[in-house]
């Protein structure tokens, strides 16, 4: 077999990266692919920046280097990586850039490789393992797992072929087809199809891969790679948990017995157990729980004591507040979180209140000192009085149409002193223009109109995108959708980085939820949906006569494609 290429992806971890590459220099590895992923966002264009000045002072070796110049994330950057690699060489080694592995590795693999190069059964060979995933009688020799391993591992083109061509819910789809249960290493699998798209998860979609061919994986007897990246840095492993790891040197190549191409009987078992959540207690135990957490200690009770203290007061102070609020007069001043805010209702301004200040459904966290934040929908400005105390100096542009609103959110801005924040008396939507409407408190659905129909302007919102967005805060009666198509359209919904946007159903109305939706998880964000009803009240159902209001909140999680298919009209 001719050079096997590593290929290395890197993003963001400059610190581990010189260790990796200080492990493969070890190794005199004669040839390496690099992909740099671009910066997600400018919080981290420095880390990326000095990843790219270490692979490009790479000189002990050949270096093939690729830098994106946008974040593609870590799942399209493995797979297109691989592919690439795999169209020119007939095998490779993958590296991230937080595996350190000791002298000897490189050689071990690229001998597991040439040894299987042409039994079709085999579809990869990794230099990792664990003990809670290592058979009891396995000492000194590799042994095959229908797990597939993504630390430091090599595969052939043969058996990369059809990888890219289906997702890992059609792959789930096929294995089950062909009777195989895909659980059978671990629920994670085909959960693989959930999640694949929020945490790119590539290397399960090719063990999905490799279940439907009924394919293994050669593992070492003790792992020789140790994992590095534990931290808040990484995509999908920020904690080790129990799976802290440690190598071993790599075995000499000629003291190795290549086994036979049989799976380990007790492999699947113990995968299972280290990755499936423990089984749900007894009911016996769950009656003893409930026993001990009622009854206690004398010690106990003592500690719960100040617990349930802070707890009846704060529901206490909650009930107190909401009186408060709701008492006071329409156009009234209300005292709340250390501020002076005049409100246009009770109701509607505790409502803001709770979302803003207490459930924090629109709290969001940033390295920038001067986050760049859009309110849409502003009314009398609750998010963004709480934005501004959780980032001071964040540049703030707040939407607000209503023009007997309008006054009291400049009231309570200007009363903080800020001169950060830029206040739009407009309402947003799909295109520049005017429309009608009758001023009244609009962020209460049922307060009665309080003056004369009037004409507003409407404004585009990409007119006003021209940098990244860290936060996108959409509360427009109804438009949301529509002003997002519009951001899709333009290509500024690319530059949006997190966002909560309202929904309201009412009985006749117009259901958008799914194309909203749909159009999130298109331009690669990854959503969540929230009730804001009252937590006493039963869910609701479709033809109930009452409003329901859930919020969804979103978060890039990769790069839009090129070509988003269209939402418009669905």
Partial sequence: MSTIPVVLFAYRRPDLLARTLASLRANRVPLIYAFSDGPRDISVEADVAEVRHLLRAVDWTDLVLVEQPTNIGVGESELSGISRVLSEHEAMISCEDDLEFGPGTYQYLCSALEHYQNDARVMGVTAWNHA??????????????????????????????????????ELNALCAARGIDSSAYGDDLPKAAIHELEYGLWDLRFNLHMLAERGLMLYPARSMVAHTGYDARATNSPRAGD?????????????IRWPEVVEHPANAALWRRAVNPPPP????????????????????????????????????GGEFIRSRVERTPDGGIVHLAGLSIRITDGPSAFRMYQDAFVRRSGAFTTASETPVVIDGGASIGMFTLATLRDHPAA????????????????ENI?????????????????????????????????????????????????????????????????????????????????????????????????????????????????????????????????????????????????????????????
């Fill in 243 to 255: 799976w802290v790891d440690s190598r071993q040197p790599a075995p000499r190549v000629e003291n």
């Fill in 132 to 169: 809670k995933v290592t058979p009891p009688d396995v000492s000194s020799q590799p042994y095959f797992s229908g797990r597939m391993c993504g630390l430091l591992w090599g595969t052939w083109r043969r058996a990369w072929q059809g990888v890219r061509d289906q997702s890992a819910e």
């Fill in 395 to 410: 540049r703030i542009t707040a939407f607000e149409s209503d023009p007997i609103v309008f006054p009291f959110l400049r």
């Fill in 414 to 570: 200007d009363r903080t002193g800020s001169r950060t924040v830029t206040l739009v008396c407009a309402a947003l939507g799909g295109a520049d223009g005017e429309t009608t409407i009758t001023p009244k408190a609009q962020t209460n659905d049922v307060t009665q109109v309080r003056n004369k129909p009037a004409k507003v302007r409407i404004h585009r919102l990409s007119s006003f995108i021209q940098h990244e967005i860290d936060f996108l805060n959409l509360d427009n009666a109804g438009a949301e959708l529509e002003i997002l198509r519009e951001l899709e359209k333009s290509g500024s919904l690319r530059r949006v980085r997190e966002m909560a946007v309202r929904y309201r159903s009412r009985e006749g109305g117009g259901q958008w939820l799914g194309a909203l939706l749909s159009l999130l998880e298109l331009n690669g964000f990854r959503y969540a949906v929230h009730d804001l009803d009252k937590p006493s009240r039963t869910c609701p159902r479709p033809n109930e006569p009452v409003l329901w209001s859930i919020l969804v909140t979103a978060q890039r999680v990769g790069t839009a494609p090129d070509h988003v298919p269209s939402t418009q009209g669905k």
């Fill in 281 to 316: 207690p007894s009911r016996l135990t769950r009656a003893m729980h409930s026993l001990t957490r009622t009854t206690g200690t004398a010690s106990d009770l003592l500690q719960r004591i100040p617990d349930l203290t802070r707890r009846t007061l704060s529901d206490f």
